[in-house]
């Protein structure tokens, strides 16, 4: 699909980096849960279809925002499906951060679309906002650190790659995709293979220019998985003088890593002091909440 037929909401999702296809396949599924038992009987009942009006969508808290563009695609999916032009106007980028009455959307359309689409919409808004007002918050704790924050891949079913995309949002930055795009030794790997190195050894072997990361629960594992070549060690529950040790072993092999398990926000500075190199806070995606979004009619 060219720039041209998607036309200026199109355009928006893909100068946001986003996957076209696969946002008007969320924001379909979507809008399906909504009208599988049938037509908006109360807009239907209430609006003539040549009704028009016009909206915002404003924020009700402060917060970081993620998703305008998948908004406006919404209003647009269902406009199409319904044959009806609409129009967006996108008031506020994604990323930047906005305080209680702001307005990041203008809409136009006829009154039967508009409001069929309101909480399509405000759903997919919201949530992905959340995500990005939740990770701001861990970068504003971090601070001047240099240590990132990182997601997993702990994500809504369905929503992971526009949950990442919000995580961007926020200021952090992405762990990997799926399973394919790096290699993360857990425990259980670990268990079964027999021990560390044979199982770094194992996925060098099978996919030598993957990234590999090992999960290590003591110092102990930190001083076999750097040893063994591991590119990044991810400090599974550990107290922070364990991290320091830890940062300690890797650092001078050139291995980075990562502090995870349980990380909640008031320990983001004590985390930060030990000199780990990223974050990985699971409840960005999994337990955001989300920001609360209205759209009022003008």
């Known amino acids: 699909m060219t720039r041209q037929r998607l036309g200026a909401w199109g355009v928006a999702l893909e100068d946001a980096g986003l996957d076209t296809a696969l946002v008007l396949e969320v924001i379909n599924r979507t809008l399906d849960e909504d009208l599988s038992w049938g037509p908006d009987v109360t807009t239907g009942a209430i609006f003539g279809p040549t009704q028009r009006g016009r909206a915002r969508v404003v924020s009700r808290q402060a917060g970081c925002l993620a998703g305008v563009p998948v908004a406006a695609a919404a209003l647009h999916v269902l406009a199409d499906r319904n044959g009806d032009d609409a129009s967006t106007s996108i008031l506020i980028s994604d990323g930047s951060r906005v305080r209680p ?26 949530q992905l906002s959340g995500v990005a007002t939740a990770t701001a918050a861990w970068v504003d704790a971090l601070g001047d650190s240099g240590v990132r924050v990182r997601d997993t891949r702990k994500t809504v079913p369905g929503l992971r790659v526009l949950q990442k995309y919000a995580v961007r949002c926020g200021g952090g930055v992405n762990h990997r995709m799926g399973l394919g795009d790096a290699a993360l030794i857990k425990d259980n790997h670990v268990a079964a293979a027999g021990s560390i190195t044979a199982a770094l050894e194992a996925v ?33 529950n550990m107290s922070t003088d364990q991290m320091t040790q830890a940062v300690q072993i890797a650092r001078p092999a050139g291995v980075m890593t990562e502090a995870s398990g349980g990380l909640t926000l008031p320990d983001a500075p004590a985390v930060a002091a030990t000199g780990v190199d990223y974050v990985a806070v699971g409840a960005l995606t999994h337990s955001a909440v989300v920001l609360d979004l209205g759209l009022d009619m003008v």
């Open 101 to 126: 009455g702001d307005a990041l959307l203008e809409i136009e359309a006829p009154l039967r679309t508009l409001l069929t689409a309101e909480r399509t919409l405000l759903n997919l808004l919201g």
């Open 204 to 236: 060098r072997t099978h996919a030598p220019g993957v990234t590999c990361e090992v999960e290590c629960d003591t110092l102990d594992q930190v001083r076999e998985a750097v040893a063994a070549g591991a590119q990044l060690v991810l400090l599974d």
